[in-house]
């Protein structure tokens, strides 16, 4: 590994907290005002779990659905269709 550490400059992490704080609902509706890195990373986290618990949620969701479900009817093979590439 080499001795020398690429650096990140405060620019490039002002950058990437502005990319970051675009991408969160929550700092989308608060608008331009700037929050702290501390804030925004936290934020993120918290998004990224109710993001969890929502594909969580609705994979329940269509497991019961599939499981009322006549696996050869035309319902289901649209259902499949979706999670093919």
Sequence with gaps: MSSRRSRISEEEIAELLSKLQ??????RRRGASRASAAKL???TCNYIRSLH???????????????????????????????RP
Excluded: H
């Design 22 to 27: 675009s991408l969160l609902p929550e700092a």
């Design 41 to 43: 990373l936290k934020e």
């Design 53 to 83: 618990r929502e594909v969580d949620d609705l994979s329940d969701r269509l497991s019961e659905m599939m499981a009322t479900m006549d696996l050869d009817s035309a319902q289901a093979e649209i259902i499949r269709s979706l999670f």
